[in-house]
């Protein structure tokens, strides 16, 4: 397993290629591998987004997305999981995150990625806050991808 | 006992620092204790909270050395 | 996009790098990537399998794949869609299918490369012979993965 | 007419060839030309058919020029 929280800009799929080399390697087990990358756009809820400042909280994060993906392994059986993530500041088209699974059926590999950008977007303590035409603004959780976090 | 507190985001704006050490007299839950800190001040609908890096729910009761952390639903990814 | 049918090893990655690099270039209306690599294993039905040939039906794969993709785009908006697909001797290890995705929002990217994958293991004109222990045979679909194409 | 003929994979090795062009007198359907051609034969319990590269049901009708294949179910990816 890599978790990784990045500070410089990183090209995902190099990430990607190292990680599979130099510790998976050629592991004949291994038929599916599923991967996402998530990007800066340049427009969000309208808004022209210039550039987006990312925050998180270092500790729990790392601890939150080794257990987003301990989840994944046991509940799919996956071979190996790997997610990475950029803080910082960032700008559009800058890669965010990657998220890759490997297993040996296609099911289990895709299930596993989608589980663990959905979690990740759920628990994961990072916080985005976009520059636009307007200012400055933290970005609102998405309707529907609330967690189920009890709140003050 | 002891506490540390820490804030994240749009949380950290408001309050106008990232973190500060408390020395309390009684055990207080998180709720007490976030509302004691913002007596005041005009605070977030949805603020989440985590003590030594677990999500809590409000009624948990803080305990000397706890790291508890105040801050707005996330948005990763 | 890009349908391409490779007669010799590629390299998954590479062919998407490049094709992101070439093609779509740094496009900021693109939150989303979604890709799937399937790779031989060295096992399957509980024999162990040496290698592997891959053939297709020229002209008619190229056509169906095309389709596939084209309906991948209509149906989630996706902005592009890239399948490459080996042919010929492999052996386990080797990439065989890379399918990747772009969209703006990560449920179309995910749904459009899980959507190609099904779609190209049901109706895309391709077929496996594995060589095991036990000599050559052609692979089965598995059960649940069957089509729904008339058959004679 | 002239109806040019492929197989694949398994077929093809039941039929030991992988095409053959064919003049037929009559309009035959998928099924009909299948039947003729393997006489005699072991065949497979499923094949799938395509004309012109588009699968079609047994019934299609061939016409003049078409090129039909027979098939197993395919197993890519």
Redesign the interface.
Known sequence: MKIEIMNEKFDPWQSLVDYKKNVLQNNPKIGATSVFVGTVRDFNDDEEVQNMELEHYPGMTEKYLEDIVNAAIKKYKIIDGLVIHRVGALEPTDPIVIVASWSEHRDNAFNATRDIMEALKAEAPFWKKESTNNGFRWVEPTIGEENNIDEI | MKIYV?Y???VRDIMGKDSEDLKIETSLS??EL?KSLTVGKKTPI?????VN??????NFKLKNGDEI?????????
């Open positions: 820490k994240f985001a749009s998180a709720n976030w949805r603020v989440l909270v985590a890096h677990e999500y809590v729910d409000k952390a105040f801050f707005p639903p996330v948005t990763g990814g």
